[in-house]
């Protein structure tokens, strides 16, 4: 009985060794593709090819010169794609994790929908990173460490134009905001339109480099975007960014009501209100005590 299940586990084991062997093959196919790494890839393949046919052809210089050069080519080789090594290793630790249960079920982030929406209204430029399950330490350690809870007023505070800390980025860690004015790696891809400027080629860098979700604001038309995977979707409404952060962090987010932009009169505080507060008390003249109100 044994000897007759032996040939059946033989094959039974060869057939999972082909099924694992394309599986990786597919999967590292699918990380590379629409990189940089692509053509690269696709010109050692026709190097390797002009080297078989020089070993076939029994070609003795070019031989000696391979069989030297091969076991530096593997170190050459991970230098050269350690991009998306890392990418590749971090998706799959980023799977494990999600099979053992998401970690960002008790996270909210409303106050990034409403701060992109206020931002898209008044066409001011931001930049706010959401750290997932690759730490970005080394990023926060270049900006201003803030170690906030995060909010809607803190947001709108950083980012406005005459603030000191609103060139640069801020990176979220859960619910805290980790840090304020930080340098992110601009993304080298020369398949990026040539419209984007140094925000959003930094919202997508960082996302090719790590697992972390960018939200960009464009200063020049207002238009919300978010890069994922170095993947950017552009003119996204501020429901359309709460869709997508929701399948992202693979959890639901309630809609909330976006606040109106209201015309201010000609004499009142051109300072950006908070719709999540009350509104000022109405005084005996009718007049709003708006002096009352914190200002961002």
Sequence with gaps: MTQMMAPWLRVLFTVLDILLVAVIIYEVLAIIRGTRAAPMLAGLAAVAVAFYLARIGELVT????????????????????????????????????????STVEGDSYDDI?????????????????????????????????????????????????????????????????????????????????????????????????????????????????????????RDLTAEQLREALSNELQRYMAPVAMPTVVVQNDESDAAMESPLRASAPIGAEGESDSELERPL
């Design 62 to 101: 070019l031989n000696w010169l391979v069989s030297h050069l091969l076991p530096y080519m593997v170190f050459a080789l991970i230098v050269v794609f350690q991009a998306e090594i890392r990418h590749m290793l971090s998706d799959v630790g980023r799977r494990v994790s999600f099979l053992r249960g």
């Design 113 to 233: 929908v409403l701060a992109a929406n206020l931002f898209s209204q008044h066409q001011t430029g931001a930049l706010m990173v959401i750290e997932r399950e690759i730490g970005l330490r080394t990023y926060i350690e270049s900006g201003v460490a803030m170690d906030a809870r995060l909010s809607y007023d803190l947001l709108a505070t950083i980012f406005r134009p005459s603030a000191p800390l609103h060139d640069g980025a801020v990176i979220i860690q859960k619910d805290r905001l980790a840090a304020a004015a930080c340098f992110l790696p601009l993304s080298m891809n020369p398949v990026l339109s040539t419209q984007m400027g140094t925000r959003h080629r930094a919202g997508i860098g960082i996302t090719e480099e790590t697992d972390a979700i960018a939200v960009i604001v464009s200063e020049e038309s207002g238009a919300i975007s978010m890069a994922v995977g170095g993947k950017i979707e």
